[in-house]
């Protein structure tokens, strides 16, 4: 399933100075034991068979490109095009990750699945792969993501999962990350532990990259046939990072595609109060098993990010991301809150289309950018999520009370 | 030869088995740090572990989290932690003292920095729970030219190969984790750890210590029974959430000499 164009990471989980495996000791041969376990499934064509046809029959793939032409015709300029991971079954891309490694737990005999969630996109994916496989399934999640999220909780709960709110630190996605280690690190006999981004200790950015270049190999695919060619430029929000790397990983060898990352700025960069640390240039560190650009004082403490949509508030970023920005071959900007909520209602509006609030990022950059280019050039967003989810948030922003 | 390899030495020449007491620097406040290690040391402690507290403490269970809680809101910083460090090295030369925590604080003062700090004020070990062999060579060895120990942590689940890394990267003490689990966990495996230290003990030419899990004086001499070393952490942090503040410095003094007690009993017979 890998591309063979582009090798990192390298053996030992390695992009360039980012990744690795930083974990105690208890945790490395169950690291290993998946990371064997999923290079012989990798390139097994009876799993990528299996994947493939899940893909298609339970999520609905492939998603469609779709061509917001009103939008794109009120900003004036180039053409936005947006990936519809939106309409995969569960509302977002993080079910394509949480079917691989299913398949992958079920290969492996771990009758036990776990996960973290913020936004509880990929909580209730994975509470949805459990009840398709019959796995028994605990989702770890911030106690403040669990009040600002209380459908997707109920949503878990209605898949047959059990919800842990975590109280630690800042009780949002870091904590219950750290939270879902410590029950890997206690279980691990018989749990698998589905991590829902690009990030942790190898093999899972590269794993979770894999199972989510589903997205750029289809757009790859489809730009030629409806549009005549590749995109100009591809955009996508980065929290962790994974429908980013998802749909930026086949385009890297693509040299004439811009590929641009949009952290959420939160407040703005200049209050602190944001989740942004590859556009505020943090400095780099080591959390949750791999080193990247990480948000810290000046101790070396993990710092309280900010971010009007839960699934981009987390203080680190995947460290292939690291990686790309140092290499200069993807850019990373941000968008503020309230450059995130204008393009939440402006899709609503032009287009008939409530995007997730992490996704609303992407296509913010995009309505910033659309304007200063031709109306021949062609954006790419991934959008990633629908907005059923950010009903409540959103309409708390406007005052309105259900 | 290193003040953690001579106290082994001691102990090993006497037929004694060592006793590590942990507890969280800036727990329950900054104060009270540098008189609680005076306390570990008075009930008979022979190495203190002194945690480095960290926002996430992936490793840790519920206790030394709070501890770490405590200890930031406090201002507990790295700095902070060598600087009491050098304050008790001026009033014991004898007892090791080992730091214990996670890589990020210390890159985030830079690792060369770190290093030098820790060697001019009197740190003998350095325990990173989230750094492997692999990925920390640089670290090791400017510690090793620093003349520090680094320890590091095996597993019921560790492989042979592992054994090995530890053995070429490691020195001191080797810090065996008695169960699959995270800090403060209760189920201890005896019969398991009997059968592992002799091997662990003969494939890296150290001693070896047991933490994680361990409670009171009758789990205490049974693991001095087969090991070298009881490192002892949340039971004791407990001891300081339970204890009104006026009590915290007796309380762990006599817990930690209960301890003592049992390991040199079972010793002698």
């Not at chain 1, 208890?26 to 990371?35: G, N, Q, S, V, Y």
């Not at chain 1, 398949?103 to 005999?109: D, V």
């Not at chain 2, 304050?87 to 770190?114: C, K």
């Not at chain 2, 039971?235 to 309380?251: C, K, M, V």
Request: proline fraction near 5%.
């Amino acid at each position: 399933m890998a591309d063979s164009h582009y090798s990192l990471p390298d053996a030992q989980g390695h992009f360039g100075p980012y990744g690795g495996v930083f974990v105690a000791e208890t945790l490395m041969p169950a690291l290993e034991e998946l990371r064997l376990a999923y290079e012989a499934c990798r390139d097994d064509p009876h799993f990528v068979a299996e994947y493939e046809y899940e893909l298609k029959h339970y999520v609905g793939r492939p998603s469609p490109i779709y061509h917001a032409k009103r939008l794109s015709e009120e900003l004036g300029g180039a053409q936005i095009l947006l990936k519809r991971e939106d309409l995969n079954h569960t509302g977002a891309h993080k079910v394509n990750n949480c079917i691989g490694q299913a398949l992958l737990a079920k290969r492996m005999g771990k009758p036990r699945v776990i996960a973290e969630t913020g936004a509880g996109q990929h909580g209730v994916a994975t509470a949805t792969v459990a009840a398709r496989y019959g796995f028994e399934c605990v989702v770890y999640m911030g106690s403040e993501d669990v009040k600002r999220q209380s459908a997707n909780v109920y949503r878990m709960k209605l898949l047959g999962a059990s919800v842990v709110p975590v109280e630690s630190g800042s009780k949002t996605l870091k904590d219950a990350l750290n939270e879902a280690m410590r029950d890997w690190v206690t279980n691990v006999s018989n749990t698998f532990y589905i991590i829902g981004t690009v990030a942790g200790p190898h093999p899972y950015p590269a794993m979770v990259r894999d199972f989510q270049t589903v997205i750029g190999k289809e757009c790859l695919a489809q730009m030629p046939e409806y549009f005549g060619r590749q995109p100009d430029v591809v955009i996508a929000c980065v929290g962790g990072g994974s429908n980013a790397m998802g749909i930026f990983h086949p385009y890297i060898p693509h040299d004439g595609v811009r590929l641009i990352g949009v952290e959420a700025a939160g407040e703005g960069l200049a209050t602190g109060r944001h989740a942004a640390p590859l556009t505020a240039g943090s400095p780099v560190g080591v959390l949750h098993g791999n080193r990247t650009y990480l948000m810290q004082d000046e101790n070396g403490q993990i710092v309280d990010t900010h971010s009007i949509s839960a699934g981009l508030d987390y203080p680190g970023v995947g460290p292939e991301h690291a990686w790309l920005k140092d290499s200069g071959r993807a850019e990373y900007v941000a968008a503020s809150d309230d450059e995130a909520l204008a393009a939440f209602h402006a899709l609503c509006r032009y287009e008939g289309i409530i995007p997730a609030l992490e996704s609303a990022h992407a296509v913010a950059h995009a309505m910033k950018i659309a304007p200063t280019l031709g109306r021949d050039k062609l954006l790419l967003v991934n959008l990633s999520g629908r907005g059923d989810k950010d009903m409540h948030t959103v309409a708390e922003r406007s005052g309105i009370r259900f | 030869m290193s003040r953690i390899q001579s106290t082994f030495a001691k102990l090993q020449a006497a037929g004694r088995k060592a006793l590590i007491p942990f507890i969280t620097a800036g727990d329950p406040d900054g104060q009270m740090t540098l008189p609680l290690m005076r306390a570990l040391a008075a009930g008979g402690a022979d190495v203190i572990e002194l945690g480095v507290p960290f926002s996430d403490p992936m490793a840790d269970g519920p206790t030394i989290q709070r501890a770490s809680e405590r200890a930031l809101a406090g201002g507990m910083s790295l700095r902070r932690v060598i600087d009491i460090v050098r304050l008790f090295r001026m009033e014991n030369d004898e007892t090791p003292v080992v730091l214990m925590g996670y890589a990020n604080p210390i890159e985030a003062m830079s690792q060369e920095l770190f290093v030098a700090a820790a060697a001019e004020a009197g740190v003998d070990g350095v325990l990173v729970v989230d750094y492997p062999p692999e990925e920390c060579a640089d670290f090791t060895a400017a510690l090793r030219s620093a003349g520090l120990d680094q320890i590091f942590l095996l597993a019921p689940t560790s492989s042979e190969q592992r054994f090995r890394d530890v053995a070429t990267a490691g020195s001191g003490y080797i810090y065996y984790v008695s169960l699959k689990g995270v800090t403060g966990a209760s189920n201890l495996d005896f019969d398991e750890i009997a059968q592992r230290i002799p091997k662990i003990r003969a494939a890296v030419g150290m001693p070896v210590g047991v933490g994680f899990g361990i409670r009171d004086a009758a789990s205490a001499r049974r693991i001095g029974a087969v090991a070298d070393a009881v490192v002892i952490g949340s039971r004791i942090i407990e001891e300081i959430e339970a204890s009104p503040r006026a009590q915290i410095l007796n309380n762990v003094e006599n817990f930690v000499r209960g301890i003592r007690v049992a390991l040199d009993e079972q010793a002698g017979t």
